[in-house]
């Protein structure tokens, strides 16, 4: 397989290119607009055709390539269902999955940071969006977040996946590029050592974190796909 | 919308072509690998590309054209999840849906007669593919087919649509060509009148069909999407 992590800074945003080496066939997990010239050089130089672009959720904090993908590539927008956002072409639910080649992209619904949010399970690897991240996880505090939905979503659909499972997350503001869900089950400083619903639902509810920068601009970018 | 019903005559499939005015992209539900060549007719004089080939079920009784449709058209072949069919490109789960222009086609997950039995509903009309036909629906005697599960299916998921939807079925071998919800709900001879579940089961128990004629010749092949 072909694996390829991309890094937007002003967002800390993660951006991820899997590609068949047989089919060449290309998927980006979480695409920013502004780094459209990276991905279209990346598989350029590999001799990649980009299938799909996919969105773990409909993000706040910056604005989805889906839409400028779709029409430099012809890709198809994968997003949840629950998006909202009519614009997409292929509306996934939890299980539903993407073949590109040889390679399996299975969705997993993680609803709680957003109610849209799914993370993409791929031959040992997840991608968990917002949902769960290095040491911590996406907040609840806007967009339908849930901090008890959250919980069980990651308790369920993401630590029920072997130990040794490489996490990539949407993002990371101290430089981690990956962990590994028994890293986070055992370590994670909000989920970690067996805590309660109830104990995550209190840490939540005191982050106090100030209003998200780029939110009034961010959202109904990506609910156009990031026209 | 442009509409079109293809009929097959050795199997008595009906093929549904949907397409979008605007932007001209077409979805096949339920093709034929003999009728190709009518598809490619239509969508040529029609000026059509064909984004997506959907199958309802893996079918025991004809061959899907979507790996030849795949190969001639580039289009992605859509299948549930549970279809067992690794060589599909979109596995859908239920309330999956598929945008062409601005027309959603959306899935409603119809176990019964085969345990990967999807309908798509689509602006008033419901194809149902064999979970439930015109006065019949689909047997439930081979293929994980259940014939509780198949009642619970057409119930929650096909009677619940407004009574006026139209009925397009993956069959009929008397030569009609649609019905309705209402119809079927007040009148299917083994489900209308506010039948039973119990009563559903023993009419499907009593049917005593014939091992069918196709199904050791359809079954591998829809298995490699039609290969």
């Known amino acids: 397989m072909i694996f390829h992590q991309f890094f937007e800074k002003e967002s800390s945003t ?6 068949c080496e047989d089919t060449r066939e290309a998927v980006l997990i979480d695409p920013v607009v502004s780094e459209i010239e990276h991905y279209a050089q990346l598989l350029a130089v590999k001799n990649l055709t980009l299938a799909y672009s996919l969105d773990t959720h409909v993000h706040a904090d910056h604005v989805t390539a889906a839409n400028q993908l779709r029409e430099k590539f012809g890709c198809k927008t994968v997003l949840h ?6 614009c997409g072409d292929i509306f996934i639910t939890d299980k539903s999955a993407i073949r590109i080649g040889d390679i399996l992209v299975e969705a997993r619904y993680t609803p709680g940071h957003t ?28 967009q339908e977040g849930n901090a008890a939905t959250l919980y069980d979503s990651i308790h369920q659909q993401i630590f ?11 993002h990371d503001y101290n430089g981690g590029l990956s962990s590994t869900v028994g890293q986070e089950r055992l370590h994670n400083a909000r989920l970690g050592n067996g805590r309660s619903k109830q104990e995550f639902i209190d840490i939540m509810q005191k982050l106090n974190l100030p209003y998200p920068k780029k939110i009034d601009i961010a959202l109904p970018a990506n609910k156009a796909c990031g026209k």
């Open 14 to 19: 993660y951006t991820y290119l899997l590609a």
């Open 81 to 86: 269902r629950n998006s909202g956002v009519a």
């Open 115 to 142: 109610n849209a949010c799914t993370s993409y399970v791929v031959e040992g690897m997840v991608f968990t969006g917002d949902a769960l991240l290095i040491d911590g996880c996406g907040r609840t505090d806007f």
């Open 160 to 170: 029920s996946l072997p130990d040794e499972t490489i996490v990539y997350p949407g």
